[in-house]
């Protein structure tokens, strides 16, 4: 099993840095709360991986992998781009009907794009989910390759999620 960053596995790992800390500071174990330092340093640092994602050129990159975006993100995109273009012409050279149509084609590029966003979130949640479920009776059950789809479902589910999440993020800034 590859060793990606887990959300969950952050939160194990800084309870057990906190832990370790409250044991260290009883029994006076300078070491202890050394160690309960570094653990909940990496603890950190694994779940800010874990929340990190992008989208680039059509696809969402994330900790867990890459994954291709719905088409109409970028289709989307560049109905934006071209109606922007447009609209600046329009507006540059006195031509209020090219500067219209740009304005529109730029608000269709904005909802087809928001509606891939939606969609990708939607899957990439249910991926995870269902990739979790799966993954969780494919354990009990040894079906290792099982196991591995699942893992791979949820990883692919996670990448779409986190990088419809970062193009959200950078739109409302």
């Known amino acids: 099993m590859p060793d990606n960053t887990s959300t969950l596995q952050s939160y194990i790992d800084s309870a057990g840095g906190m832990a370790q800390s409250a ?15 570094k653990k909940k340093t990496q603890a950190d640092a694994k779940d800010a991986a874990s929340h990190s994602g992008t989208s680039i ?10 994954a291709a975006n ?6 989307g995109s560049w109905d934006q ?9 329009g507006g540059l050279v006195g031509a209020q009907g090219l500067k219209n149509e740009g ?31 799966a993954g969780g009776v494919a354990s009990l059950t040894g079906d ?3 196991k591995a789809r699942a893992e791979k479902k949820h990883d692919t ?4 999620q986190r990088g419809a999440e970062s193009d959200i993020n950078k739109q409302a800034s």
């Open 144 to 146: 290792s390759e099982a």
């Open 157 to 160: 589910g996670k990448t779409l």
């Open 81 to 89: 781009t071209v109606g922007s273009a447009k609209e600046t012409v």
């Open 70 to 75: 719905d088409p109409e993100r970028q289709k």
């Open 57 to 66: 050129g059509g696809v969402s990159v994330s900790s867990s992998g890459v």
């Open 103 to 133: 304005r529109e084609q730029n608000a269709q590029g904005q909802g087809r794009e928001a509606a891939g966003q939606a969609s990708d979130m939607g899957k990439g949640v249910a991926d995870r989910v269902s990739g979790t479920v």
């Open 23 to 37: 044991l260290g500071s009883l029994t006076g174990n300078t070491a202890d709360k050394a160690e309960a330092d």
